[in-house]
Every structure is written in structure tokens, then in C-alpha cells.
């Protein structure tokens, strides 16, 4: 019998979607699942006639593998990855690869990678996103581990990703870990991009009364500009979608669920000093969410500003235009501040022209705003910061009066903007050359002795004050 390219493990729908990607370009795939009557659903069903090969055991799955084996898992994250390892080694060779496309937190990637190098097995890491359409027609993939594996299944991994021009949104990230995290980032900055959607759709409709309907048109419009996204074409679907005449939207409860990934890019930004302040805003808005039953209590205690507003509902549209695209920068330029930061923690070389570039297909954040960044980080490669690349400040400079006017308006009238006004306190504290942290050490000075650098002496040299002492 003719062998599989590759096997994949865990028959959900990404899954699937996945193997039928593979086998409809041109790839024969291998499949088990821990309930085998869904191997036989799957091989039955959609994979019917397909290149697809169906197994009842590892062992009958990791005979039916093409050497090097190269086995893909799509399970749940945690221990379950782990399990799965175990019952896979037994059955695999010296240079086989087991690769992990799920959402693995990064640091359980690095130690698998390096407990599998320890046996002779090369791991990867690999980052997928589009959700399930992404899987089936082209996501966004971004690859990390033993680079050695990497060569391995290039050819099949770069042929199923989303292609922008020529170009496949799939391209090797670095040793390790390094997949799976920019893969966190990806989803953090998502995070931040949903809520600060959900900003200008909750400000346009309070402030200005529209409608749904409404509302549709101008997230259609603001899809042919600078904002062209995947996230604002489909708000503009939702906001059209009606149930008996009405919004559908309407009958969605408040309350928004996530699955960790913001959380942990958060987590980490604190770990490694990074000043990631929009996406922990955007998790802390789905955590505020979530405290319905006490909002409502809330809401019958604390009433809402009463404000008379006269805004020009045109020119206001545009300045929330403006608002979200310069949150949207200051998103960005955190997100791939801690990746900067981390490759320097971990040793990776990442490339930050193709990651944008990677995000430019296939995947949630997918936009036409990724080709400036990859332009950005090409015309230099060493670039700091986001902000000080010219497009990016100019951008900033155009849309700082609309997203100013659009904070104001919003808190006169108080409706909640977290993400945008932590976005202009990052961006103002960015652009000042003197913040009042001074005060600060010299508090931790007074009350802790945590000594203080001065301005008229070298830096690298601490001192300790009596500040009583100096009371006059």
C-alpha cells in the first residue's frame, strides 16, 4: 500500500479542514483519531475518495507514514499534547518529526523540543490561524522548533498557507518556542483589534443613535481605506444580520468568552517589562464582561453622565475613523515590541518583515494595514520601534486630532474606550521626553531606601536620601 506524506492526529474541525487542505494539494494524509468512529465518519464523509488514509491505532498510523514519519497533532493544548507524545514514541524512528499545531503555551514548546532532541525526535511548534476557513482553503502558518524539521515538511506547509502575491504566509520563525509565541502575539493583538472595533461600534451608536444598518455602511466604506481588514469586513456582516426583522446582534448576551492566549501574551509583557497596555485592556474588558449579574446591579446605582453633545455626525464618523486606526498602530507597535524583546530574552532571530507578512493571509488579523509594517521593518531591519518608522508617526500626526476628539466625546458621555485611551496615555507617555517617574523613585527612595539615579551624575551610579531631612 502507497504510504502518507504526513499524518495528522485530532479529527475536530480544524482538523479536518486541515487534511482536506493537504490532500487537495496534492499530498496523501494519514489520520487517527481517540474515538476511531470518527475516523471511519471522516474517511466515509468529507474525505471520501480524497488522498486520505484512515488508522484504528499509533501503531497502524505511524506504519502508514513515508520516512522520516512526520506527524501533525491538532488536540487540545496542555497534557493532552503531552499524552500523545508518550504513545507516539514508541512507534517512531531517529529523525522522524512530530509537529504541535494547536494553541501550546511557548515555553511547553521549548521543553518539548528539547526533551524530543534528547530522544532523536525533531519537534515543531507550529502556529495556524484562520479559523476553520482558514484551515481548509489557506491559513496563516508560522513554524518553530528544530529547524532541521523545518526542511522536512516546508513543502507541504508553505503549499496549504494563504498566498499574498507569489508569496506563501508561511515562512520558518526560529528555534524553539518561537512559532507558538509569535503565534500568542498574533492572538493578543487580535484580541486588541476586536476591542477596539467593539469601541467604535459602542461610540457611533450611543453618541450618534445609528442604527445597525447604518452602522453596516460605514464599516463597509472604512473596509475600502486604510482600515481594509478581515475583522471590519465581517463586523459589517454581523451588523447587516437580522432575526424577525431585527438585529441579531441585539439577542448576542454581553458577555465575551477567551481562551487563554490574550491572557498569556499579557502574562508574559509583564514578565518581560514590556509595556503591553492595549491587549491587557482588551482581556480585562472580557473579564469586566463577564460580571453581567453585577453590572446590572451597578447600572441601577450609578446613572450615565447627563451631557448635552452636539457632534457633526460626518465628521465625527471620521474621527472615530481616526481613533481606531491610531489605536490600531499603538496595538501593533506593542505586539511586536515584545516580540523584539523576547527574541533578545530567548535567542531567536526573528524576522519582523515576514511575520507581517505571514499575517497578511489567511489569518484573524489579516489586513492591508500588515503590508506598511513589513515595508517598515524591510527599509530597516533594526527598526526600534513601529512609531518612529515615517509612515507609522505620519499616520499617528493625520489621525491624533479625530482620536483626541473621539476619547473626549466618548468620556464626556461615558461609555467605556479602554483599549483607545490606554492606546493615547502609551502613545503620550511614548512621546515625552520627561514622564513623572522622578516622583516616583523618590518615593520608593523615601519609604523603602530603594535608592534613585540622578540627572547630574553618570548614569549607572544610585543614591539614597534623607528626605526628611531635607524638609525646609
Known sequence: MEKADIGLIGLAVMGQNLVLNMADNGFKVAVFNRSVEKVDEFINGEAKNKSVIGSKSIEEFCNALTSPRKVMLMVKAGEVVDRFIEMLLPHLDEGDVIIDGGNSLY???????????????????????????????????????????????????????????DDACCQWVG???????????????????????????????????????????????????????????ITADILKAEENG?????????????????????????????????????????????????????????????T????????????????LYASKIISYAQGFMLMKEAAK??????AYGDIALMWRGGCIIRSQFL?????????????????????????IANAESGW????????????????????????DGFRSETVPANLL????????????????????EFFHTDWKGLIK
Open 107 to 165: 515555553s511547553d514548546t521549548q521543553r518539548r523540543t528539547s526533551e524530543c532532541d534528547a530522544k532523536g525526535i525533531l519537534y515543531l511548534g507550529v502556529g495556524v490561524s484562520g479559523g476553520e476557513e482558514g484551515a481548509r482553503f489557506g491559513p496563516s502558518v508560522m513554524p518553530g522548533g528544530n529547524k532541521n524539521a523545518w526542511n522536512s515538511v516546508k513543502d507541504i506547509y508553505q503549499a496549504i498557507a494563504a498566498k499574498v502575491g
Open 246 to 306: 431585527e438585529w441579531l446582534g441585539d439577542k448576542v448576551l454581553d458577555t465575551a468568552g477567551q481562551k487563554g492566549t490574550g491572557k498569556w501574551t499579557g502574562m508574559n509583557a509583564l514578565e518581560l517589562g514590556v509595556p503591553l497596555t492595549l491587549i491587557g485592556e482588551a482581556v480585562f474588558a472580557r473579564y469586566l464582561s463577564s460580571l453581567k449579574e453585577t453590572r446590572i446591579a451597578a447600572s441601577k446605582i450609578f446613572a450615565a453622565p447627563k
Open 371 to 395: 503590508g506598511n509594517i513589513k515595508e517598515a521593518y524591510d527599509n530597516n531591519p533594526g527598526l526600534d520601534n513601529l512609531l518612529l518608522d515615517s509612515y507609522f508617526n505620519n499616520a
Open 404 to 427: 483626541r476628539k473621539t476619547l473626549a466625546v466618548a468620556i464626556q458621555a461615558g461609555i467605556p474606550v479602554p483599549a483607545m485611551s490606554s492606546a493615547l496615555a502609551f502613545y
Open 175 to 233: 528555534e524553539g518556542g518561537a512559532g507558538h509565541y509569535v503565534k500568542m502575539v498574533h492572538n493578543g493583538i487580535e484580541y486588541g483589534d476586536m476591542q477596539l472595533i467593539c469601541e467604535a461600534f459602542h461610540i457611533m451608536r450611543e453618541v450618534l443613535g445609528m442604527t445597525p444598518k447604518e452602522l453596516a455602511t460605514v464599516f463597509d466604506e472604512w473596509n475600502k481605506g486604510i482600515l481594509d481588514s478581515y475583522l471590519i469586513e
Open 441 to 460: 523613585q523618590a518615593q520608593r527612595d523615601y519609604f523603602g531606601a530603594h535608592t534613585y539615579e540622578r540627572t547630574d551624575k553618570p548614569r549607572g
Open 345 to 350: 530574552q530567548f535567542g531567536w532571530n526573528l
Open 308 to 323: 448635552e453633545l452636539e457632534v457633526d455626525k460626518a465628521s465625527f464618523i471620521n474621527a472615530v475613523r481616526d481613533a
